[in-house]
């Protein structure tokens, strides 16, 4: 088969707008937003169990759209739960707002989670050739980075108050998930093999796969090393660096970094494979990070460097391990590409809750405290913990690499 002409890998990534537009606040600014109507402990219980069901029901939507393969009528489906749960979230009554922020959450998640698992799997069903499927998880991923820096200037530009920003993007939200997601569903390739439906029982049919069952691992350690710094940047910023009024900027650098270097990424993998570009992303990862370590206050230069150069490995991280999970696909002599993608995403969500649980009762058993003293540990957590676990999956990868791509074709 042909290339994919450019108008239709766009089409295909442009519904990675909102969907990233709308996932930055539910994980970032959704805490903060709620401290001020619920006590932390019971917000963080409920942002706790629910994150949990947001990530369970990966795989169970995953086996749904492998029972029911049409992803335009899916995400049609999708999409209004999503945009009326966010607009409400955001937008809480003045009484009854714990069974507000449960009904809302719930609806966005459901909605956000069943319309990116359909989306990922539709990318991986439009092209047999596997270098096509790396430039369309690219596109989406880069229209993704696009939301994200939306998601994280928009509330402040429209208010000095992030709880007033956040409620007034709500209808920016609508136009930009209308929109996009009418781009995607009208102009996006068609999947290919669509025919047969399976059992809801077969949803972890993919551990039967010998090259995903020994790719999981390698992802898990890998997610947890990118999930810590991300979980820690801004205490970094804030006491490591001090340079609190400078958050933006950094940040700013990291997403665009990201964006920029998806091309980089997918002609990389064209040239040598996906795993290896892969790998070549989680060295630029440690020998960035171990830089960071020695970073103290005001080293802005210094740190705006580690943004580029770890925005720059972010978008491997994003694009090339969804090609590879295509490859595997590929090389099942019964697909369940829904049932991949759903575990996908719920080891992805559950790399984020672990990195969470793990360095923030480190950092307090080593002393360190916001605002305080025993920065050393912040720094060692935040910049030394991820060389180790990048260097784990690495080698992990690395041994597993001839069997990792036995039956793949080579991009």
């Known amino acids: 088969m042909s290339p994919l002409p450019r108008a239709q890998l766009f089409a295909y990534g442009g519904l990675g707008l909102p969907l990233a537009f709308a996932a930055l606040p539910l994980y970032v600014h959704l805490a903060p937003f709620y401290s001020v109507h619920l006590s932390l402990t019971l917000l963080g219980l409920l942002l706790l169990g629910l994150r949990a069901f947001d990530a369970v029901i990966d795989p169970l939507l995953g086996a749904l759209f492998d029972r029911f393969p049409h992803p335009r009528r899916l995400i049609l489906v999708a999409l209004p739960l999503l945009g009326l749960g966010w607009v409400g979230l955001f937008n809480p009554p003045a009484q009854g707002v714990l069974p507000w922020l449960i009904a809302t959450l719930t609806l966005t998640t459901v909605g956000y989670s069943l319309a990116s698992v ?173 830089g960071a370590f020695w970073l103290g206050s005001g080293d802005l230069v210094g740190f705006a460097l580690v943004c580029v150069a770890s925005g720059l490995a972010l978008g ?24 991949y993608y759903g575990l996908l995403g719920f080891f992805a969500k559950f790399t984020l809750a672990l990195a969470a649980g793990l360095a923030l009762p480190l950092l307090a058993f080593l002393g ?9 540990a912040l720094s060692a957590t935040y910049a030394l913990l991820p060389c180790l676990l990048k260097l784990a999956a690495f080698g992990w990868f690395w041994a597993w690499r001839p069997r990792l791509q036995t039956g793949v074709i080579p991009c």
């Open 368 to 376: 360190y405290q916001p605002g305080g003293s025993q920065v050393w």
């Open 118 to 290: 359909v989306h990922n799997t539709w990318g991986a069903r439009i092209h047999p050739a596997p270098h096509e499927r790396t430039r369309l998880f690219a596109a989406r991923e880069g229209f993704g980075l696009v939301g994200v820096v939306l998601a994280t200037t928009l509330p402040l530009l429209l208010s000095d108050d992030l709880a007033s920003g956040l409620e007034a993007m709500g209808w920016i939200f609508l136009a930009l998930l209308v929109a996009f997601a009418a781009w995607t569903l009208m102009f996006a390739p068609a999947m290919r093999g669509v025919g047969h439906s399976v059992p809801l029982r077969r949803f972890l049919h993919p551990f039967a796969n010998r090259a995903f069952a020994r790719f999981v691992p390698g992802y898990l350690l890998n997610g947890v090393a990118a999930a810590l710094p991300a979980t820690l940047v801004i205490f970094f910023i804030d006491d490591v660096l001090q340079l609190k009024a400078w958050g933006g900027l950094f940040l700013g650098l990291y997403f665009v970094s990201g964006a920029l270097g998806l091309p980089l990424w997918v002609a990389l993998a064209r040239r040598i494979g996906k795993l290896e570009a892969w790998l070549a992303s989680m060295l630029l990862s440690v020998v960035t990070f171990a």
């Open 316 to 339: 491997a991280d994003l694009a090339l391990p969804p090609a590879l999970v295509a490859d595997f696909i590929d090389a099942d002599e019964r697909p369940v590409p829904g049932a």
